[in-house]
């Protein structure tokens, strides 16, 4: 393992290009981990009456209220969207491909990158972001900064409870409004979103036959159809590609791609102390 990562280290230090597909496992790693002793410190007393163990599953819950529902959502984006220390992981990285032509595609939806000093047009989020309401019908492509609203209704919770008076509505329908998050065909890709996938793919119509490095950090199988195939489909159709893929437990990639790619099974904090 420690000659993989002296390798990898010195593939990144050589390259020019880097594009960082990001998943839920470099979140974990920067210490917004949804389980755990985190998730008991500010959700036990969701745990006592529902019974779930982690703020992933809290999200997809059938609350029978509205008020529990905001109760929990409010709460669960403050956490994680708000109330972030600075990130030492997210730190490291930029450091390393500061310097470099990079752009960063992430299903993450937490907005650490950009809190820690990322360029917001080398992002592209693609499942949403937490800071961000839209209108749950949608009547309209637009979404809305929440912080106000959220912390208006993390402060007036009572008994797992939010007050109808503070759902958040469209200003165009009435509707109540819901999380920017893909979850179904209702997500609405409003034009902050559109420019960052036209920003990507730019990136990728002008590089993807350069010699490229692919690193891919903490993407596990839940959507590998958003990063990790076509990073493989990408190396494979470009010699001059490298695939570092950095996963605790499922470092994995492709026969056809096997004398390309560097497969760390490793924590993403410990290689990119390391590197």
């Not at 500010?42 to 809290?58: I, L, R, V």
Request: charged share 25%.
């Amino acid at each position: 393992m420690d000659a993989k990562i002296y390798q990898a280290a010195k593939i990144l230090r050589d390259a020019k290009i880097i594009l960082i597909g990001a998943g839920a496992g470099l979140s974990t790693a920067a210490g917004l981990d949804h389980g755990g002793e985190r998730f008991r410190k500010y959700f036990s007393d969701f745990e006592e009456k529902y019974g779930f163990q982690d703020m992933y599953s809290g999200g997809f819950y059938p609350y029978p209220t509205a008020g529990e529902f905001w109760a929990f959502w409010s709460r669960n984006i403050f956490y994680n969207r708000y109330d972030q220390p600075p990130s030492e992981v997210h730190k490291k990285l930029l450091e390393l491909v500061k310097d470099k032509i990079y752009f960063v595609l992430t299903t993450n939806v937490d907005h650490l990158f950009q809190n820690n000093g990322f360029d917001k047009a080398k992002l592209f989020y693609t499942q949403g972001d937490y800071g961000l309401f839209q209108c749950s019908t949608p009547c309209h492509n637009k979404t809305y900064d929440n912080e106000e609203i959220v912390r208006k209704m993390l402060a007036a919770e009572k008994n797992l409870s939010v007050p109808e008076e503070l759902f958040p509505r469209c200003p165009k329908c009435g509707e109540v409004m819901t999380t920017n998050l893909r979850a179904d065909d209702k997500f609405v890709e409003d034009v902050g979103w559109k420019l960052a996938s036209a920003h990507y793919q730019k990136f990728l119509h002008k590089y993807l036959l350069e010699k490229i490095v692919y690193l891919e950090l903490g993407v596990g199988g839940n959507t590998p159809g958003i990063i990790k195939y076509p990073f493989w489909n990408f190396t494979a159709e470009n010699p001059k590609a490298r695939y570092i893929c950095v996963n605790k437990g499922e470092a994995v990639a492709p026969k056809q791609i096997e004398n390309q790619s560097i497969l760390i099974d490793a924590d993403i904090k410990e290689f990119l102390n390391a590197v």
